[in-house]
């Protein structure tokens, strides 16, 4: 079936753009969860939702990121005002619940010059 | 919060030759350990996890071995092959509490012909 599908693969902006970032969990998935990836890094968790429930934010690093899932399926990922040190692949991944195999997209590669 | 702590950074064998990466973590409420492979340009992949009332868990060539104890656990390849290069990450999580995972730093396995 269709994995977590990410758009778009590949987003160049200027320094002060904001930036808006989409992921389509597989079907079904009732958690969806937002990291980054710097480059030589590991993945850092950035916000999860979970069902109805409010959204898990305590790993998003400035309120300049802010995450939205309507309807329980699509999430959008908004970074305002980006900076430099934005420039990271940023990874959505889906699951079951939060007690199941979590399932990755391809990422957004997004440059901030 | 947790720590996860993977080494090596980088790790270099010959095609069929055993490869073993080490994890350790900080919080020993953590109770789900998976392993990811991400291939250049892709997003990350798992190919094992085991839970805290498990020591070992074993899938063809891949295993992964747990000590609550040490707090350490380990994933070990067997009989390598030139497509097992790639960059691997071990991640903890407390499942049914929280969602998200946190991850190692990386290793990138290089398998050579």
């Known amino acids: 079936g269709a994995g977590v599908s990410q758009s778009p693969s590949n987003k160049v902006t200027e320094k002060g753009k904001d930036v808006e970032l989409r992921c389509d969990p597989i079907?079904?998935?009732?958690?969806l969860y937002w990291y980054r990836q710097s480059l030589g890094q590991g993945l850092e968790f950035l916000i999860y939702?979970?069902?109805?429930?409010?959204?898990?934010k305590s790993g998003l690093p400035s309120d300049r990121f802010s995450a939205e899932r309507t309807g329980g399926s699509v999430s959008t990922l908004t970074i305002q005002r980006t900076q430099q040190e934005d420039s990271a692949v940023y990874l959505c991944?889906?699951?079951?619940?939060?007690?199941?195999?979590?399932?990755f997209g391809p990422g957004t590669r997004l440059l901030v010059l | 919060g947790e720590n996860v702590e993977q080494h090596p950074s980088t790790l270099s064998v010959q095609e069929g030759d055993s490869a073993v990466i080490k994890c350790t973590y900080s919080?020993?409420?953590?109770?789900?350990f998976p392993w990811y492979k991400q291939e250049l340009g892709k997003g990350p992949q798992l190919i094992i996890d085991?839970?805290?009332?498990?020591g070992e868990k074993k899938d063809q060539r891949i295993a992964v071995t747990l000590n609550k104890t040490a707090k350490h656990f380990s994933l070990h390849i067997t009989e390598t092959q030139p497509e097992d290069s790639a960059v691997y990450f071990c991640?903890?999580?407390?499942?049914?509490?929280?969602?998200?995972?946190?991850f190692g730093k990386g290793t990138k396995l290089s398998v050579k012909p």
């Open positions: 991944a889906s699951s079951q619940s939060v007690e199941e195999t979590q399932y």
């Open positions: 079907s079904g998935h009732t958690a």
């Open positions: 939702f979970q069902g109805n429930s409010a959204p898990d």
């Open positions: 919080d020993s409420a953590s109770n789900y």
């Open positions: 085991i839970r805290s009332n498990v």
């Open positions: 991640a903890a999580s407390i499942w049914g509490s929280q969602g998200n995972l946190i």
